[in-house]
């Protein structure tokens, strides 16, 4: 098995399409439910460039985790039963623990940090001095469930940031820091510490479970390869029910 710094860097050289078109064929849904193939829906680039673009790189880390909760609850007991481990002892930030997961991951791959954020909150979670703090710890990218704010400061950075929206409350006023390095969810779909995160600043935000990551890496040149194919014989004039009969098959 390759290293892992060497497994994303041939990750990177592909679309977040190519690797939910990979998941959809590896990964086992319950019955009932949908698939989503890893894809986390409605998050935009806002930083160091708001909007989708072609003009920054694709990248690829493992999952540093964070949840959020509403401000007037309590944190989850897996946080404060081991608080040095899942939680936020007093008197230190909570994003002063971003760097922890990547400075003990033997893999020197580097993290992603990606946070939860409680449905329906208007504050942000993450701004400018939050920015610049994940940014000295060597963070790669921040991927928010939720808002941000102060963009004049996240893109001075230059720290890759994702979100689904913007606010000008800060988090104080909604949310507090309930737990991390524990599985969370964004918008449907589970986000486990040291799953494979892939930031795509044209199609989007999509999370690799860390054990399917040979296996996503494996199929990517065949699925990539028989949609070449197929796409060429439609724009020869082929219908493209008879492409994909041809092209496409199971892997």
């Known amino acids: 098995m390759a290293a892992l710094a060497t497994q994303l860097a041939t990750l990177e050289n592909y679309s977040a399409c190519d690797v939910s078109d990979?998941?959809?064929?590896?990964?086992?849904?319950?019955?009932?439910?949908?698939?989503?193939?890893?894809?986390?829906?409605?998050?935009?680039?806002?930083?160091?460039?708001?909007?989708?673009n072609e003009t920054t790189p694709n990248i690829a880390a493992?999952?540093?985790?964070?949840?959020?909760?509403?401000?007037?609850?309590?944190?989850?007991?897996?946080?404060?039963?081991?608080?040095?481990?899942?939680?936020?002892?007093?008197?230190?930030?909570w994003v002063d623990y971003a760097g922890d997961y990547a400075a003990a991951d033997p893999s020197k791959a580097g993290?992603?940090?990606?946070?939860?954020?409680?449905?329906?909150?208007?504050?942000?979670?993450?701004?400018?001095?939050?920015?610049?703090?994940?940014?000295?710890?060597?963070?790669?990218?921040?991927?928010v469930g939720g808002r941000v704010r102060d963009l004049r400061e996240l893109r001075a950075t230059r720290l890759p940031i994702w979100a689904r929206a913007t606010s000008t409350v800060g988090t104080n006023a909604e949310a507090k820091p309930g737990a991390r390095n524990v599985p969370i969810n964004v918008g449907g779909v589970t986000v486990s510490p040291g799953d494979i995160v892939f930031?795509?600043?044209?199609?989007?935000?999509?999370?690799?479970?860390?054990?399917?990551?040979?296996?996503?890496?494996?199929?990517?040149?065949?699925?990539?390869?028989?949609?070449?194919?197929?796409?060429?014989?439609?724009?020869?004039?082929?219908?493209?029910?008879?492409?994909?009969?041809?092209f496409r098959s199971p892997l």
Do not use: W
């Open 22 to 52: 990979a998941l959809i064929k590896l990964q086992k849904i319950p019955a009932g439910d949908t698939a989503r193939a890893g894809h986390l829906a409605d998050l935009v680039p806002f930083s160091p460039t708001t909007g989708r």
């Open 62 to 93: 493992p999952a540093t985790t964070f949840q959020f909760i509403p401000k007037d609850t309590h944190p989850p007991a897996i946080a404060t039963d081991n608080p040095d481990t899942y939680g936020f002892p007093p008197g230190k930030h």
């Open 111 to 143: 993290s992603i940090v990606v946070i939860e954020q409680p449905e329906a909150q208007h504050c942000a979670v993450t701004g400018g001095i939050m920015a610049t703090r994940m940014k000295v710890l060597g963070i790669k990218a921040a991927v």
């Open 199 to 246: 930031c795509d600043p044209l199609e989007g935000v999509v999370v690799i479970p860390r054990d399917l990551l040979g296996a996503v890496l494996d199929n990517l040149p065949k699925l990539t390869g028989m949609d070449d194919k197929a796409k060429e014989a439609v724009a020869m004039g082929m219908p493209v029910m008879d492409a994909f009969k041809k």
